[in-house]
């Protein structure tokens, strides 16, 4: 069973800095995608970032460009995204997805498996 745990949600200030992390488990895929999502209440969830694991290619949603960054350690099986400026905006649940194919996509519906998510909240 694939299982994926976010960590380092939490409290901080505008302008701030936090990094989240996907542990993941439970497979043995070749290629593999992990993605970033975010989501308030009563709305969508929105693609944050993704990275293709298998040849580091990234794609960033425009609101975030610039302020954070997706990386990884494969040898732990983990996927940070490093979010530095911290706004407001950014006050989410944050949930990490994992697809099993080397795609590139902030399209939830790629996504086959998914973590519980980790509130970030960004005081002003």
């Known amino acids: 069973e694939v299982l994926l745990v976010e960590s380092g949600g939490g409290l901080v200030q505008a302008g701030g800095s936090l990094r989240l992390s996907c542990a993941a488990s439970?497979?043995?895929?070749?290629?593999?995608?992990v993605g970033w999502f975010r989501q308030a209440p009563g709305k969508e969830r929105e693609g944050v970032s993704c990275l293709v694991i298998s040849d580091g290619r990234k794609l960033y949603a425009d609101s975030v460009k610039g302020r954070f960054t997706i990386s990884s350690d494969n040898a732990k099986n983990t996927v940070y995204l490093q979010k530095n400026s911290l706004k407001p905006e950014d006050k989410d649940v944050y949930y990490c997805?994992?697809?099993?194919?080397?795609?590139?996509?902030?399209?939830?519906?790629?996504?086959?498996?998914w973590g519980e998510g980790t509130q970030v909240t960004v005081s002003s």
């Open positions: 439970g497979f043995a895929f070749d290629e593999y995608a």
């Open positions: 997805a994992l697809t099993a194919f080397s795609i590139q996509t902030m399209d939830a519906a790629d996504y086959g498996y």
